[in-house]
């Protein structure tokens, strides 16, 4: 069973820095994708960043040269380097792992962008 467990949500102000942990267990083999959501109130969840296990990434065209997603393929972390925050970053962040089109999430965790 493959559990993912997010952490490093929080509040900060816009401008603001905030990186984000995600770890995943049990048994994971082979080609696959980690990656971050998000889910603002009222809005559908979207994609912000994925990595994939050969280093391959790609971004919502909104977080763009503001987020970095990073990977430990020995440790399977994934991490999310959320610099020059917005207001409209503010949603609950859930980790992705895709693999073989099956997905698992983690219960996400709340970053609030806020003065």
């Known amino acids: 069973q493959v559990q993912l467990v997010e952490s490093g949500g929080g509040l900060v102000q816009p401008g603001g820095s905030l990186r984000l942990s995600c770890a995943a267990s049990g048994i994971i083999f082979g080609f696959n994708t980690m990656g971050w959501y998000r889910q603002a109130p009222g809005k559908e969840r979207e994609l912000v960043a994925r990595?994939?296990?050969?280093?391959?990434?790609n971004y919502a065209d909104s977080v763009k040269g503001r987020f970095t997603v990073s990977r430990d393929n020995a440790k399977n972390l994934v991490f999310l380097q959320m610099n020059s925050l917005k207001p409209e970053d503010t949603a609950v962040y859930y980790c992705?792992?895709?693999?073989?089109?099956?997905?698992?999430w983690g219960k996400g965790t709340l970053v609030t962008v806020s003065s």
């Open positions: 990595i994939t296990n050969n280093g391959s990434t």
């Open positions: 992705n792992l895709n693999i073989m089109l099956i997905h698992y």
